[in-house]
């Protein structure tokens, strides 16, 4: 199974940009969704953005649409979260992961909370007003 280790956070005032990087150790062609993900302290987990890789395709939560950016390195087996315009409520710890089965639709890989997959240990995002 592939391991992946997410670095780039920190700490910024509104309206200011982080890159976020999740490094793997291996190729991840072979996963459905690479995703981000992320939790606020007291709140359920949810997607942020992704890439589908059997086009390629980008999926994003309402939320981070037209701030967020998600990209992939294919010789790096890097995913990485460009941010930008963060709000406070962005505050979080991302984690990436990696999921070996099909979503059923692309918006899943956001949507949906995969049942199987393979986490990062997550790094903390905090945006101060």
């Known amino acids: 199974q592939v391991q992946l280790e997410e670095s780039g956070g920190g700490s910024v005032q509104a309206g200011g940009s982080l890159k976020l990087s999740c490094a793997a150790d291996?190729?991840?062609?072979?996963?459905?969704?690479l995703a981000w993900f992320r939790q606020a302290p007291g709140k359920q987990r949810e997607g942020v953005a992704a890439?589908?890789?059997?086009?390629?395709?980008?999926v994003y939560a309402d939320s981070v649409k037209g701030r967020f950016a998600v990209s992939q390195d294919k010789a790096k087996n890097t995913l990485y979260l460009q941010m930008n315009s963060l709000l406070p409520e962005d505050t979080a710890m991302y984690y990436c992961?990696?999921?070996?089965?099909?979503?059923?639709?692309?918006?899943?890989?956001?949507?949906?909370?995969?049942?199987?997959?393979?986490w990062g240990q997550g790094t903390q995002v905090t945006v101060s007003s």
């Open positions: 992961v990696a999921t070996p089965i099909a979503p059923g639709n692309p918006s899943n890989c956001v949507n949906k909370t995969p049942d199987v997959g393979y």
């Open positions: 291996r190729r991840t062609h072979r996963y459905f969704c």
């Open positions: 890439i589908f890789t059997p086009d390629g395709s980008t």
